[in-house]
């Protein structure tokens, strides 16, 4: 048994994503997606923006960030920006800073890196809300409702959440659970990112966003998070030279997300810094 | 039948007796509590939408209060080790009065994080399914607090038990009276116990649990849970001469001789000289260490409704705070003590809010603006409905038990005289 258990543990993955933002339209398809995927309430007043949930947001970023840029210097950008499963300072030790918090472990990071949230198990403090730099948790405000006829649509894969409740983007773990059913019923023990693909990356119509495993260094996301036009969602530490780093490291633990971002815009990686 | 108009004529000749202002107190705190239960029925059965807290702005007023409440709660702690394990006896006069304090600001932070928390019904996973992590210390500095903070309310509530044996219609059975007694002699136990309880969740609500935030600029610094129990030895003491002092002044006696405010007024003070150096080196280690390490710089991270000007102000306070009740001068008259103790109280109430309103309020992406919150009717009337409840107890305590025994001897002395 424990024989077996270690077989597992050396076929791990890390799933990580890469979205090339030169090539995001901003369409919304990958928002849609998530959310009929993740069972996202669907109110008859969203306009209450702060207090809606969805998992995945698409941010829209401009240069004009004093109001300085002119005309025709105005540049706009689209982020989707889900949880960006970080790993903390060492990835084999996975740190997120969202998960020691829970007083009531509702939340925890599975041995392929993804940071799962237990819905029912949590009791809603939104202490977790509070230590993700990524505002990627939601909490649900008002009790989860589906207009009209989306009730009957919902996914029966994932669980409705109650209200008082924080939910977030679990990089669609219920598909890989899923697949790998499906797959160990045909005898094979591993699966990989094209059996199992998030919701979101499916969806995507322009291919801006690749999912896939970070450990494995012949895939495709390896290879773009490794090429220069990555960087992570204000992350200004990848910039630093490897002694400031290392530094820096030893005082904190960093979120080390492992979602990355691609562009070859200057002026849209300037944005990831604080002035 | 009978029973009930001598229990209603009872109230209405109780309701003569008090004073006008008295009255208009009570009025204002009943109008409060019926405001609390209102709305705390909305806030339980239909949700927290009805707060103005959201998805970037994860906790509000009732934070504050949990906080405030359990940092000047802590100076039931602080009193009992002194009078009990440093034998200071000046102290004993106030001490039914800061246990009773004690309990009811933990009571009412447990109430809060009750309404504050989405599933009020799982409140008890705390318990069942606490984050321990591996070691013996629990993982989630917020699994330390429930713990923490309910073995300290047991605690109090044991200290506590004396002061209604102690009322004369009970008193006057020998069982009851050696039982009050001895559990008095006994106390110091409780003292020691509650102090070491109290170091842990002083720490580890009021800073530990936010200097762990290690994503966030305006939060992280491992120091946080040191400062936090300073800050509450310091502001809780002056906490405790305020209660007492006014109620003196609502009662109109002599509660508490001025001997005894002075000497707890002193710890005060050096506690807040303490709180000063080490705030100060707060300030300098976030400005020069922590936020760099975020690739942000301190005075960036401040903005927004709540700017510098809080901590200017905290600054001020706990100056204004060392200022009176060190110097012998002022501490010694009493309309200069109680501002001194005030702006004790202000200090701690400031940087509690700093931490929640400003430290909320900053944003995460260098595109988004400062956030901002502006608390709901139903969350005013959670807040200052549980706080008036807090005080309607208080004032029960102190007409009905012997709160204050100095008060009562003083009493009895004049009888006497009469
Ligand atoms: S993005 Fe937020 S929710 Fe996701 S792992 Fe990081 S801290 Fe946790």
Redesign the interface.
């Known amino acids: 048994m424990a024989q077996e258990k270690k077989k597992e543990s050396a076929m791990k993955r890390r799933w990580g994503m890469a979205i090339d933002l030169d090539k995001c339209t901003g369409c919304g398809q990958c928002q849609v997606a998530c959310s009929q995927e993740n069972n996202i309430p669907l109110f008859e007043d969203d306009s209450e923006l702060l207090k809606r949930v969805v998992f995945l947001d698409v941010m829209k970023v401009t240069n004009d960030r004093d109001r300085a840029a002119q005309y025709p210097n105005v540049k706009t950008a689209f982020i989707p920006k889900m949880c960006q499963q970080c790993s903390g300072n060492d990835p084999k030790n996975p740190k997120p800073p969202c998960v020691s918090v829970c007083p009531v472990v509702a939340t925890d990071v599975g041995d392929d890196g993804v940071v799962s949230q237990v819905w029912s198990r949590c009791i809603g403090c939104r202490y977790c809300q509070a230590s993700c730099p990524y505002e990627a948790r939601q909490f649900n405000w008002w009790k989860p409702e589906y207009e009209g006829s989306f009730k009957e649509s919902l996914n029966p894969e994932v669980s409705v959440a109650s209200r008082g409740t924080i939910v977030k983007c679990t990089f669609c773990s219920h598909i890989w659970k899923r697949e790998r059913d499906k797959m160990l019923a045909r005898g094979v023990k591993d699966i990989n990112a094209v059996q199992y693909t998030p919701a979101c990356v499916s969806g995507c119509p322009t291919g801006a966003m690749v999912f896939g495993d970070l450990n494995d260094p012949a895939s495709e996301v390896s290879r773009l998070a490794k090429t220069d036009r990555a960087f992570r969602l204000v992350h200004t530490i990848d910039t630093w030279d490897e002694a400031k780093k290392k530094e820096a490291q030893a005082k904190k633990d960093y979120p080390n997300p492992k979602v990355y971002y691609l562009s070859s815009q200057q002026w849209l990686r300037d944005m990831m810094r604080f002035k | 039948m009978k029973y009930l108009k001598q229990a209603f004529d009872f109230c209405v000749n109780e309701w003569k007796s008090y004073s006008k202002n008295i009255q208009i107190t009570l009025l204002v705190l009943g109008f409060l509590v019926a405001g609390f239960l209102v709305f705390g029925i909305q806030i339980l059965f239909w949700?927290?939408?009805y707060t103005d807290?959201?998805?970037?702005?994860?906790?509000g007023q009732w934070i504050i209060g949990d906080l405030g409440l359990v940092a000047l709660g802590g100076g039931a702690f602080t009193t009992g080790f002194i009078l009990y394990i440093f034998r200071n006896d000046k102290l004993e006069p106030l001490i039914n009065s800061t246990v009773l304090i004690g309990f009811l600001c933990y009571l009412f932070t447990l109430v809060f994080l009750v309404f504050?928390?989405?599933?009020p019904l799982?409140?008890w996973?705390?318990y069942t399914?606490?984050?321990w992590?591996p070691g013996l210390m629990p993982?989630?500095?917020?699994?330390e607090?429930?713990w923490c903070l309910t073995f300290y309310f047991c605690v109090l509530f044991i200290e506590l038990i004396p002061i209604p044996l102690g009322h004369r219609l009970l008193d006057r059975y020998p069982v009851i009276h050696a039982i009050g007694h001895y559990m008095h002699k006994l106390m110091w136990i409780m003292a020691a116990v509650g102090t070491f309880l109290s170091f842990f969740h002083q720490g580890s609500l009021g800073g530990g649990?936010w200097g762990?935030?290690?994503?966030?600029s305006q939060w992280?610094r491992p120091h946080f849970f040191f400062l936090a129990i300073v800050m509450a030895t310091a502001g809780g003491t002056s906490f405790m001469i305020l209660c007492a002092w006014l109620a003196g002044k609502v009662m109109k006696k002599e509660v508490v001789p001025m001997e005894s405010f002075q000497s707890l007024a002193k710890v005060s003070g050096i506690m807040m000289i303490a709180y000063l150096v080490f705030n100060a080196y707060d300030v300098y280690s976030m400005a020069t260490?922590?936020v760099p390490?975020?690739?942000?710089?301190f005075v960036?991270t401040w903005g927004g409704y709540y700017g510098i000007w809080m901590l200017v102000l905290e600054f001020l306070f706990t100056l204004g705070a060392i200022v009176i009740l060190v110097v012998p001068k002022f501490r010694n008259t009493e309309k200069t003590m109680v501002y001194g103790v005030i702006s004790g109280v202000m200090a701690i109430v400031m940087n509690k809010s700093i931490t929640v309103l400003h430290?909320?309020s900053v944003p995460?992406?260098?595109?988004k603006p400062f956030v901002g919150y502006n608390p709901t009717i139903q969350e005013w009337f959670v807040f200052l409905g549980g706080l008036a409840t807090a005080v309607l107890i208080y004032m029960w305590f102190a007409k009905y038990l012997p709160l204050f025994p100095h008060a009562d001897k003083h009493a009895h002395g004049e009888e006497h005289h009469a």
């Open positions: 949700g927290l939408g807290m959201n998805n970037m702005f994860a906790f504050d928390i989405g599933q799982r409140a996973f705390g399914y606490p984050n992590g993982q989630s500095m917020l699994t607090v429930v649990m762990v935030l290690y994503g966030k992280f260490k922590y390490l975020y690739d942000r710089t960036d430290g909320s995460n992406f260098p595109w």
